[in-house]
């Protein structure tokens, strides 16, 4: 009886997980479905350089291109709403630099970190080289009399 018991308690969990994984999968379909997606770290309301710890607070994410705004979705969660929205007129390019020190364990291998402003708050997005040229591109396509903020 305890058998049968732990066994059948044992089957449930590995259901709940495998549902759970088959949910996380889904999810991050249906936000790649629409297309214009790319893989994008994201360190929010970051401080002056040397008061922050390289390689701490980033995390993971996938950004979707949705009009004149970027949806910023964490890849680690079951959440479908985006955690973060970037209005194009509101992003200011800042810095474009190389990860260093932990940020290099922290990050994707061929990663680039873009220092931005976000209405008074500054913040950092990692990405690809490739996914940077669309980045850069999207901000600079803005429609006319809307101010342009690539450094």
């Keep these: ?3 049968v018991l732990a066994l059948l308690v044992s089957g449930i969990v590995v259901l709940l ?5 088959f949910v996380f999968g889904l999810r991050r379909r249906l ?3 629409s297309g ?8 929010w309301d ?7 710890p390289p ?3 980033w995390v993971y994410g996938v950004s979707r291109y949705s009009g004149d705004r970027i949806e910023w979705f964490r890849v680690f969660s079951y959440a479908y709403r985006p955690r973060r929205v970037l209005e194009r007129d509101a992003i200011e390019v800042l810095e474009r630099r190389a990860p260093h020190g932990d940020e290099e364990l922290a990050l994707l291998s061929d990663a680039v970190v873009l220092r931005c402003a976000l209405r008074g708050t500054l913040l950092e997005l ?3 080289e490739d996914a940077l040229t669309g980045f850069l591109a999207w ?13």
């Design 46 to 52: 970051v401080t002056e350089p040397a008061a922050d």
């Design 36 to 43: 214009g997606t790319f893989d994008c770290s994201l360190r």
């Design 126 to 128: 990692a990405m690809s």
């Design 55 to 57: 390689g701490k607070g």
């Design 139 to 151: 901000l600079e396509a803005a429609p006319p009399g809307q101010r342009v903020n690539v450094a």
């Design 31 to 33: 936000i790649q479905r």
């Design 1 to 3: 009886m305890v058998m």
């Design 17 to 21: 997980v495998l549902l759970g994984l």
